[in-house]
């Protein structure tokens, strides 16, 4: 069914749901999965070396937990916006699913800020997993 899985992964209570539901599907199906975790970076403003480097252990430990799960998983983080960068990644690995967590927002902060779980459906080469924290 699905042999390639892009995981959009922060290390927030959203991305541990992400790895639970995503490493599910990636158990059952025996799936490489690939973790990517995007930062937004102000215009006009550049990445920190520290940040970089928080980001990427971020990154480690949800490739940590998947590998202690037997399950064959990767990782790196992305820089720009994060439907773009999720999009690039799935095109360039040919995935055939992406999982992304949804982070419940109030009303005007989703319309400001945007869904990045309905935003990729509209343009995804492939299906989307949007994972829900339970109440």
Avoid at 28 to 34: G, L, N, P
Avoid at 57 to 74: C, H, K, Y
Avoid at 81 to 89: G, T, W
Wanted: proline letters at 3%; charged letters at 30%; aromatic letters at 4%.
């Amino acid at each position: 069914m699905y042999k390639k899985i892009l995981m959009a992964y922060d290390g927030s209570e959203e991305g541990r749901r992400v790895i639970e539901e995503g490493g599910e599907m990636a158990a059952m199906c025996q799936a490489e999965v690939f973790l990517l975790a995007v930062i937004t970076v102000p215009r006009g403003r550049v990445l920190s070396d520290a940040a970089r480097e928080q980001a990427m252990q971020v990154v480690e430990g949800g490739v940590d937990i998947l590998r202690n799960d037997d399950i064959e998983a990767s990782g790196d983080i992305a820089i720009g916006e994060p439907v773009d960068r999720i999009l690039e990644k799935a095109r360039e690995m040919k995935c055939d699913l992406i999982v992304v967590g949804h982070r419940k927002l109030d009303t005007l902060s989703r319309w400001w800020r945007g869904s990045t779980g309905a935003s990729l459906v509209v343009d995804a080469p492939c299906s989307v997993l949007v994972t829900v924290q339970p109440d």
